[in-house]
């Protein structure tokens, strides 16, 4: 990808990405969500020969949950569940068909996400998010460290 196209997606990726806040009676943020294009997806579309039209709809389809946090204080309350039902709410609404991210292994989330309709890999495995897109296999799974969790949109599947 040449670096005008580069500096042309950047702004397109920004008004892509999805902030949520989620605030208590008082006002006071309890907790966030941050869902956003792929980077890992645009770049490995970006080099894929004339591909180049699949990078965007790669930002279109594919979202990555970057961070769910809920204060400390307010945990137990679903506050987490509800950011992350809002999310696929509304990323299904504008007709995106997977939602992934990841997690730091050792702080055991699989649990949780399964229980919030996410499918959580093993170290190691990956789904193929390249042939529905491109018509190209390609890999995508969590780094060392990590946990991945995805969720296809289900009439996709």
Not at 32 to 59: D, Y
Not at 133 to 157: C, D, H, K, M, N
Request: net charge positive.
């Amino acid at each position: 990808m040449s670096a005008a196209t580069a500096d042309r997606l950047r702004p397109a990726a920004a008004s892509m990405s999805l902030p949520l806040v989620a605030q208590d009676r008082d006002g006071q943020v309890v907790g966030a969500l941050l869902a956003v294009p792929s980077g890992t997806i645009v770049s490995t579309v970006s080099r894929l020969p004339g591909h180049e039209q699949h990078v965007l709809l790669s930002m279109l389809k594919y979202a990555k949950i970057k961070a769910v946090a809920v204060r400390d204080d307010a945990r137990g309350r679903g506050i987490g569940a509800a950011l992350l039902n809002r999310c696929v709410q509304v990323y299904w609404q504008l007709d995106y068909m997977l939602l992934f991210g990841e997690f730091e292994t050792g702080r055991d989330l699989g649990e949780y996400y399964t229980r919030q309709g996410f499918t959580v890999l093993r170290p190691g495995q990956a789904i193929d998010v390249g042939t529905l897109l491109a018509g190209v296999p390609i890999q995508l799974g969590a780094g060392p460290g990590e946990t991945f969790f995805y969720r296809w949109r289900r009439s996709v599947r």
